[in-house]
């Protein structure tokens, strides 16, 4: 079974702080993907990795960077959290190929800024 | 105009009966086809993938693609109420340079 995991379930976080959200996958998938969900809007991607080192942007990149380290870990990071950061945000990875949308989601992360 | 449509519903059936879930997309081009289930409180997991025109069937589960209408379908039949759930349809559009789009979601209710 493919098992992909974030680093936290719920996470409070003040306005301005750094905020780091990791996520590892152990399919050694080439595509890692980080995606955030809020109501109304649906699923909104925010980057995506199809190898180690290598990023590209998704839709809503703005206020976000990524690493890309290791080929089972894919990390977001907020630079200076805002209270519209505010969400739900979901780590997906996939193999390659045709299968490269056959996504496997981790748990997510609430966060919330305040 | 949004590249994936879905009705939000809420969708409610009784138990035992078929539950029709449909999606639309915008680009003709695109090639993919995915139906994700997400309960409340978790995170979306795969349920169908189909690739060309037709029925695909697993289980309860049958997806069915029209490209020239451009619409994706998800039929559950015997409704079961662990089924009551959110399904997002979600289609690989390769002219774009995203690629991937997810709809924002059909709610689904089976009545016991």
Request: net charge neutral; proline share 4%; hydrophobic share 30%.
């Amino acid at each position: 079974d493919v098992k992909v995991t974030q680093s936290s379930r719920y996470l409070v976080k003040r306005t301005g702080e750094k905020v780091f959200l990791e996520c590892v996958q152990d399919m050694d998938h080439e595509n890692m993907f980080w995606y955030r969900q809020d109501p109304g809007l649906g699923l909104r991607l925010i980057y995506f990795s199809y190898d180690v080192k290598m990023k590209e942007k998704g839709d809503i990149p703005e206020g976000y960077s990524v690493s890309r380290e290791k080929k089972e870990r894919f990390s977001l990071i907020l630079e200076s959290a805002s209270t519209n950061q505010t969400s739900m945000y979901l780590c997906a990875s996939s193999s390659r190929g045709l299968k490269a949308y056959e996504q496997y989601f981790g748990p997510g992360t609430r966060l919330t800024v305040t | 105009q949004k590249e994936v449509e879905q009705n939000s519903g809420p969708l409610s059936v009784p138990e035992g009966a078929i539950a029709s879930l449909n999606c639309t997309y915008s680009d003709r081009g695109s090639q993919s086809f995915f139906w994700y289930r997400q309960y409340s409180g978790k995170s979306p997991e795969l349920i169908m993938s189909i690739y060309s025109n037709g029925d695909k069937e697993d289980g309860r589960f049958t997806a069915q693609l029209n490209k020239a209408s451009q619409y994706v379908s998800l039929l559950i039949r015997d409704s079961q109420p662990s089924d009551s759930a959110t399904y997002l349809c979600a289609v690989n559009t390769p002219n774009t340079g995203n690629q991937f789009y997810f709809g924002t979601g059909t709610s689904l209710t089976v009545i016991p």
